[in-house]
């Protein structure tokens, strides 16, 4: 969003390039002895990062509800979420995109939120769905049909019937 640009004092026209660049830093900071990388927005040379992570990465998953964004995921992320409602055609998009690059799509962790229509879950799960988001406050939608306590038991059945798909 502009407004968080905004409040950091980083430009918005530039996010994109921005964030591969510090993707491409952070993996060789957390894959390298001594890192360098050199790039538009980072840049440095035979530095330590400690600790790195035990696998020599950090699962990175691009959020966004963008064409772009969903093309990142695809291009350069380990997982994608979308971050309103379960957009098909940008999993499909970012599940392309993984493949044009070489990638196999189906390493690519799909999140989204849990959907209005319960019909809906088996077609996500059909586009590469990985993990549906359960509200846990009262919100628009489903949420606001079963927020009460009382209903946790509809949850419960709810995550039964869709468990294995």
């Known amino acids: 969003m502009r407004e ?8 918005f026209e530039d996010r994109g390039a921005r964030t591969d660049d510090y993707v ?13 990388h050199q790039g538009e927005y980072a840049n440095f040379e035979n530095i330590y990062c400690r600790p790195q992570p035990v696998d020599g990465t950090v699962p990175i998953i691009v959020g966004g509800h963008s064409r772009p964004a969903a093309r990142r995921a695809g291009r350069l992320g380990d997982g994608y979420f979308p971050a309103r409602g379960a957009p098909t055609d940008l999993i ?57 306590p009382d209903d946790v038991k509809n949850w419960r059945d709810i995550v039964d019937k869709y468990r294995d798909l």
């Open 24 to 36: 491409a830093a952070m993996r060789a900071l957390w894959s390298q002895e001594k890192a360098t």
């Open 92 to 148: 499909g998009l970012a599940r392309q995109a993984a493949e044009e690059h070489g990638r196999d799509p189906d390493i690519l962790e799909i999140t989204t939120s849990f959907p209005d229509d319960l019909d809906q879950i088996s077609e996500l799960a059909d586009a590469g769905v990985d993990r549906l988001l359960v509200p846990v406050t009262p919100m628009a939608g489903l949420a606001t049909r079963i927020s009460n």
């Open 4 to 11: 968080e640009f905004e409040a950091l004092g980083a430009p």
